[in-house]
């Protein structure tokens, strides 16, 4: 049974460009959620996916995008990097109600932006 | 708002010494609970959540941690440490009617020799 899978697992990218990183989550999960790591630090939720909608947003700016698939897979969108955008984007899948489960992540993609 | 705070941002044992990571929440509602580790240049992997049932949750890796309230305190704990276990700890938090989790700053456990 595969897990969570991230592609690509790392990418450079330039200030001003934008970039799509994608997510496919445990089999039997219909939740995604996207996290950013900043080094140092744990991760920051960015927002969740359910039944292809956003269903909860944390405090980050419209740069950042996503969408969900049929498939229950997803893409984290980013638009006009900034320097301060460089950091592991994981990303986390989970079904059923809640976190009773708990939530399974990815290995991450990790984005550096020059 | 929900938070999480994590004492100690390094913590040293030696191999076969008694592991204690700190981790104190904050929460309006029931909350769900949750420790996980990140190995260098890896993602999270669950170790153990309270969701709960018993309050003496038992994880992988030999791992548990006890849920108290009137301490809003998580703490997770290992009877003797491992080489293997030397990595970064988050715990989390998470409101029982969302999954978004809140997470710590992270304690980065060294074991040595």
């Known amino acids: 049974d595969a897990g969570v899978t991230q592609s690509p697992t790392h990418l450079i990218k330039t200030r001003g460009q934008q970039v799509t990183l994608r997510c496919s989550p445990k089999?039997?999960?219909?939740?995604v959620s996207w996290y950013q790591q900043a080094l140092g630090q744990g991760p920051q939720f960015i927002f969740q996916?359910?039944?292809?909608?956003?269903?909860q947003r944390g405090n980050f700016p419209d740069r950042f995008s996503g969408h969900q698939f049929p498939n229950y897979s997803s893409e984290l969108n980013v638009n006009a990097l900034l320097l301060g955008d460089s950091a592991l984007y994981l990303c986390?899948?989970?079904?059923?109600?809640?976190?009773?489960?708990?939530?399974?992540f990815g290995q991450g993609t990790r984005l550096t932006v020059v | 708002a929900q938070s999480v705070t994590q004492l100690g941002s390094h913590v040293s044992v030696s191999e076969g010494a008694l592991v204690l990571l700190r981790c104190n929440y904050s929460s309006s509602v029931p909350p769900y609970l949750f420790w996980y580790v990140q190995y260098p240049n890896q993602g999270l992997q669950l170790l153990l959540k309270y969701t709960s049932a018993a309050t003496l949750v038992k994880g992988i890796n030999g791992f548990e941690a006890e849920f108290k309230k009137s301490e809003t305190s998580f703490h997770l704990t290992k009877p003797s440490a491992h080489m293997s276990d030397a990595a970064e700890y988050f715990c989390a938090v998470s409101d029982r009617g969302f999954q978004k989790l809140v997470f710590g700053t992270g304690t980065r456990l060294l074991v040595s020799p």
């Open positions: 986390a899948s989970s079904g059923g109600p809640g976190l009773s489960y708990g939530a399974f």
């Open positions: 089999s039997g999960h219909d939740t």
């Open positions: 996916y359910y039944e292809e909608e956003e269903r």
